[in-house]
């Protein structure tokens, strides 16, 4: 029982989960003034702005600089993680945002008139994207551990 307290009594954990949420939420309101109406998928779906990757890693890398110190090597173990998903996020998945796109354009051109469904053409994120869900994940773990 002491360990489910634990677990759900840890600020880091809340922190991190509360950067997700805020910025999945963020997500269904830049997608509702950019369409003019409400998709609710957006909560789930991966990319667009604000990144939820950035948000969380971020989150996590402060909260760990703030109780275990920037020189730990917690720290720096999760700083060179973040890293990589930031890359992940904006490089790589960019890249296969890019292939959905040259696939959907295909099909549709040899199933014409046909019903089907398109690849998710919206994966990846913008430099900006990864900026604002990063600001998000640091203030909100300040909130939290401070």
């Known amino acids: 029982m002491s360990f489910f307290i634990s677990f759900l009594t840890n600020k880091l954990l809340w922190a991190v989960g509360s950067a997700w949420f805020l910025t999945q939420g963020l997500k269904l309101v830049v997608t509702f003034f950019q369409d003019r109406k409400w998709n609710w998928h957006r909560f789930i779906e991966p990319g667009g702005m604000p990144s939820s990757h950035a948000a969380m890693v971020i989150a996590l890398l ?6 275990e110190g920037i020189s730990s090597n917690l720290f720096t173990i999760t700083l060179v993680f ?3 998903i930031i890359y992940e996020a904006v490089g790589v998945r960019k890249k296969v945002e890019q292939q959905a796109k040259l696939l959907n354009k295909l099909t549709n051109e040899v199933y014409t008139g046909k019903v089907k469904k398109n690849l998710q053409e919206t994966l990846g994120h ?7 869900g990063s600001l998000i994940g640091f203030f ?5 551990l401070r």
Do not use: C, E
């Open 62 to 67: 402060t909260g760990i600089g703030i109780k």
């Open 82 to 84: 973040s890293l990589a």
């Open 126 to 132: 913008k430099p900006l994207d990864v900026v604002v």
């Open 140 to 144: 909100i773990s300040l909130l939290w």
